[in-house]
């Protein structure tokens, strides 16, 4: 497993029959076991390979539940928010975050995070 949240692992995986992404679409963002909103503000494509850029939303947290599993959030574009990149890999059917190595120019996966398009979730694992 790749995450360190069983959700967040299956999410990663769940890619069939996902939209076509479109400049505008609600994404989120998988780390290790908390997730974050976002909208896609790039879309384009490299070398036969669809490129995304990701910029995170501001995520409120609307319910009174406290340090709980039951988590809801409103969210609204944040125009400074982080910006991911992440790259379709066909062989696994998964989106990857990648950076651009300054040395050559070239795209380089990190490993480090997933994504999933067409709907913004946002949570916070309490108990790390």
């Not at 679409?25 to 997730?35: E, N, P, V």
């Not at 909103?37 to 879309?43: E, L, M, Q, S």
């Not at 501001?58 to 409103?74: F, I, L, P, V, W």
Request: hydrophobic share 25%; net charge positive; proline share 4%.
């Amino acid at each position: 497993m790749r995450y360190g949240s069983f959700h967040n692992d299956i999410y990663s995986r769940s890619t069939l029959g996902q939209p076509e992404p479109e400049v505008g679409m609600g994404a989120t963002i998988l780390m290790y076991s908390d997730r974050h909103a976002g909208t896609i503000i790039k879309v384009e494509r490299r070398n036969k390979k669809l490129y995304i850029e990701v910029q995170e939303d501001h995520a409120k947290r609307t319910d009174g539940n406290g340090m709980s599993e039951c988590q809801s959030y409103s969210y609204t574009p944040n125009p400074k928010g982080e910006k991911n990149i992440f790259r379709f890999n066909e062989k696994n059917q998964k989106w990857e975050r990648v950076y651009v190595n300054p040395e050559t120019s070239r795209f380089c996966k990190d490993n480090s995070c997933g994504l999933i398009i067409g709907k913004r979730m946002e949570y916070y694992d309490y108990s790390f």
